[in-house]
């Protein structure tokens, strides 16, 4: 059975501090472990119960380094969650070094002050859904390994790239290298008609303040998702997530002829 | 100050058998409170600090009832929010008879066993968005009254009519009167392709599960958001609040011609 110093590492890992000094962070769920498993990443400890461990392959138990036992006591006071799962995970988080020639080639997002986890996860997901590989976060989002990020992501990250870095900065080498810049705001062309091209980086900005006027001076063209109703008590803005999911769908519709779709029950790619 | 029963009152109503019977639900929030002054609903009940109410305009005050001063620890009390807002209020429900000849006349939503409150919350903030004024949800759906899904919709239940029926029946009765049900399913034709109609209704399903089997014969077109990446692990579907806004865009989009867009700074409404 799993021990109590081990317990307590894998609670410490709930800290953004000692996830960074570790390099690691927690994957939670019998179905998110799977996922890792399947995807080949290599699990620096699993705790689970005897029926999980047991249920893997042969071959998918080379995948972890360490496994432990656990009770479901044991699991419930690890778990961020309020039923735990069968299975959790430590996870060595990706390298963070960025080949900037490779994002400036396609489509990428920068998040400005995106503070809620569950937003982050479910952009992160459906980024991955459109192909978009690079989310460029600045310093005061929400930590992308956070338990609540991670869950709502339910494994995207393994598609997406997530930095974290001073936004002024990734955007001003941006506009030197001259990659249009899409800031999603209130005012500006509706997404509908404007020129979408298939490099950029799509800015979204801060759940109830948008996007901050320190970075407005990057932005190349200004976007807007058009509201159709004159109401206007009550909907002053979308969900960033909303947002964000609109206009990633909308940019991979008009891209769509250069793009991959799978073809998982899926009708071929075609213009209209 | 608020009396102990009154605050007992407010409290029984986060419980769904107590505010049916009432008719009446809560909301929680300065801003919320503002928004339904506003637009011009009575509240039942304003429960505030006294610098809320104070902040007040004399007109404003006729769309109160009642009105009771609490503390911050009273508020904090009713509170199902970690930090309470200075103000909440008693509101009663809007009637629930529904003229289907109207809902047939535009675009409407079926949700199926959506569960989620702030899934709940952000479709409907998204439909009010796109101007779509009527969402049938399946009995088995979370209640758009529970304090969640108040709070994620964020005053955009004012412009939603949400109302909780069998969707055998009414899905049944579309049928009869030739009204298209698009199913948003992981097959079927690509909605950026697909003829979207001005009238119809888009049925999602529940998060994990997707449509009932008992609800697909009334599907009349199944829809599917593309995926635009090989990847499959992680990614096998998108979060039904991503879903449906990115489905309610491209109706709008498609339909836009014959829809109002608000010129709150929006560019006017143009074929691409």
């Excluded at 800290?15 to 890792?36: N, P, S």
Aim: hydrophobic share 40%; glycine share 6%; aromatic share 8%.
């Amino acid at each position: 059975m799993i021990s109590k110093n081990k317990i307590k590492f894998i609670l410490s890992l709930q800290k953004k501090k000692i996830r960074d000094e570790q390099r690691l962070y927690v994957i939670e769920g019998d179905k998110l472990v799977r996922e890792y498993i399947k995807a080949g990443i290599k699990l620096q400890l699993l705790v689970s119960k005897p029926e999980f461990i047991n249920s893997l392959q042969p071959d998918q138990k080379d995948y972890m380094e360490e496994a432990e036992l656990a009770s479901y006591d044991d699991l419930k006071h690890m778990s961020t969650l309020k039923t735990p799962h069968n299975a959790l995970a430590v996870v060595r988080m990706p390298g963070t070094d960025i080949n900037l020639q490779e994002v400036y080639k396609g489509l990428a997002v920068a998040l400005d002050f995106v503070q809620d986890p569950g937003n982050l996860g479910t952009i992160i997901r459906t980024a991955a859904w459109f192909g978009i590989r690079y989310i460029f976060c600045s310093e005061n989002c929400v930590d992308v390994y956070n338990p609540k990020v991670v869950q709502a992501s339910m494994g995207a990250i393994l598609h997406v790239r997530v930095n974290y870095c001073d936004l002024r900065q990734f955007l001003g080498d941006a506009r030197k290298k001259k990659v249009p810049v899409y800031g999603t705001l209130l005012e500006g062309e509706s997404i509908y008609s404007i020129r979408a091209g298939r490099k950029g980086i799509i800015l979204l900005g801060n759940e109830s303040k948008g996007i901050s006027p320190e970075l407005m001076p990057f932005v190349t063209k200004k976007l807007v998702i058009p509201k159709f109703t004159s109401a206007t008590i009550g909907i002053e803005s979308l969900n960033v997530g909303m947002a964000a999911s609109i206009v990633f769908s909308e940019f991979a519709r008009r891209n769509r002829q250069t793009l991959t779709v799978s073809d998982r029950g899926l009708h071929p790619v075609h213009q209209e």
